[in-house]
């Protein structure tokens, strides 16, 4: 079939006065298929209507396909049955052409970024070989939209805290922030809602409000929104983790930082220029960072247990020997563990990167040789001796022949303090102190043998049951 180019050619050399043999001749076209443009008498091609096999079939392939839930191998199976003839390829073209099940394809848009207006920041998880082991981690970005520029680094899994010290870690490499901070709907950020009704956590509203940008999500299923940050993670897992191994996640972070400096300088086809020229002409628009930016932490409560050692993710970190029973406030930063007495800094340990068992020690948190002193008593020790001190002596040797620190036992002596009259208590545990019984069931039968002498001093509860 002629094209509207050749037919429009055919009827200009006709007004011309050329003839149907040299008209064929010049277009290359058969007279047959000149005579029959000239007969129509317009460029415009003929619309062909050819006829179906689904088309006498429409109506019951649509219900099909509601009752079989979208399967086409049993629309097509229920056709057979019925007595239909067309194939299974023709089922499926018939249905793409007339839209049952397929939504119609939508022209792809453009978004167009000005320098400093919009940075995108997402995660996805990755497999990395750590320590000679494949490990899952989630990989962290963010994206200068209009100069590409990006940063990525590695966590073990994305908190809101991981999502601050990330975010902190990139402001400062590229030196300054966007007005707008694309997002998805992650409910690391978000605290209510999605699209333009997002209201994120203050927490990290109170975080963006420090550099001056502003948190923004995209509608929910317009993923294409945040295409800058996305489009890059297949890049990362295939560039950079391919073949790629590290020590620990330090490690891995410090190779990824010398890959963002290569990527970010390398020449880019599609934008004629690497990202390191355009951020040339996008630094100026960025908000400046903060003079002065405390350091992101999380805040834990501890007790400083009896070894004189606090616990933080699995992991246990000296403080100084003295503070042995009280409660101290400790701060995880990115590399640190500080340990705090109320306002004073007492202790800094590197951070365990690794979650698992272990323990840090600082030799100054230990005594000198020698001059430790004893260890702080229990709560239930002090609570015994304040309430009944002349019984001091047996609470020591119950607490040495006790397991661990003795502390079910105290407890077991403080409740017969509180529930029976304190004088056959006191005179139990002085007998029981003289002949070295320290079994609490005993002291409590002769504690109950004490009462019913000075109760009951004709016979009766406990008289001939006591232990001789």
Not at 148 to 174: E, G, N, W
Not at 421 to 426: G, N, S
């Amino acid at each position: 079939m002629l094209d509207q180019t050749t037919r429009a050619a055919i009827l200009r050399l006709r007004l011309e006065g050329h003839g149907t043999r040299s008209i064929a001749r010049v277009v290359g076209a058969s007279r047959n298929a000149v005579r029959e443009v000239l007969r129509g008498g317009t460029a415009e091609v003929p619309h062909l209507e050819r006829p179906e096999l689904g088309d006498a079939h429409r109506a019951e392939i649509a219900t099909l396909y509601r009752d079989c839930k979208g399967n086409l191998v049993r629309v097509h199976e229920k056709l057979k049955d019925g007595g239909a003839t067309l194939s299974y390829q023709a089922l499926t073209a018939f249905c793409r052409r007339h839209g049952i099940g397929h939504e119609p394809a939508r022209p792809a848009g453009q978004y167009h970024f000005g320098p400093g207006e919009e940075m995108q920041h997402d995660t996805s998880p990755h497999d990395a070989k750590v320590a000679g082991k494949l490990r899952r981690v989630q990989t962290a970005s963010l994206v200068l939209c209009y100069s590409r520029m990006i940063f990525i680094q590695c966590y073990p899994s994305f908190t809101r805290f991981a999502c601050k010290l990330f975010l902190a870690d990139a402001l400062s490499y590229v030196g300054g922030a966007a007005r707008r901070c694309m997002i998805d709907n992650t409910h690391v950020v978000v605290l209510h809602g999605t699209g333009k009704e997002m209201v994120p956590v203050p927490e990290m509203a109170a975080f963006a409000e420090r550099y001056g940008f502003a948190f923004a999500a995209h509608e929910k299923g317009h993923a294409n929104r945040s295409a800058r940050v996305e489009r890059p993670f297949a890049f990362i897992e295939n560039n950079f983790l391919a073949g790629r191994e590290a020590r620990d996640l330090d490690d891995l972070n410090a190779q990824a930082l010398v890959w963002c400096d290569k990527v970010n300088a390398a020449h880019r086809k599609h934008l004629h220029a690497s990202a390191r020229e355009l951020f040339a002409l996008e630094q100026p628009h960025l908000l400046p960072l903060p003079i002065w930016v405390p350091d992101v932490y999380l805040l834990h409560h501890r007790m400083v247990d009896v070894e004189g050692y606090v616990s933080v993710n699995g992991f246990r970190y000296s403080a100084p020997w003295q503070l042995i029973g009280r409660q101290v406030e400790v701060r995880e930063t990115k590399a640190e563990v500080q340990i705090f007495d109320g306002p004073q800094l007492v202790g800094a340990h590197k951070k365990a990167q690794d979650l698992g068992q272990g323990r840090a020690t600082l030799p100054e948190h230990r005594p000198p040789r020698g001059q430790g002193g004893p260890a702080a008593p229990v709560v239930e020790e002090r609570q015994l001796l304040e309430a009944a001190p002349e019984i001091a002596g047996y609470v020591a040797a119950l607490k040495r022949r006790a397991s661990g620190r003795g502390t079910v036992a105290l407890r077991r002596l403080q409740r017969l303090l509180h529930e029976y009259p304190r004088r056959p208590v006191i005179e139990a545990v002085r007998a029981a102190e003289t002949y070295g019984l320290f079994d609490l069931d005993r002291l409590e039968r002769m504690v109950l043998r004490g009462i019913a002498r000075d109760f009951f001093p004709t016979g009766g509860a406990g008289e001939g049951h006591g232990d001789e």
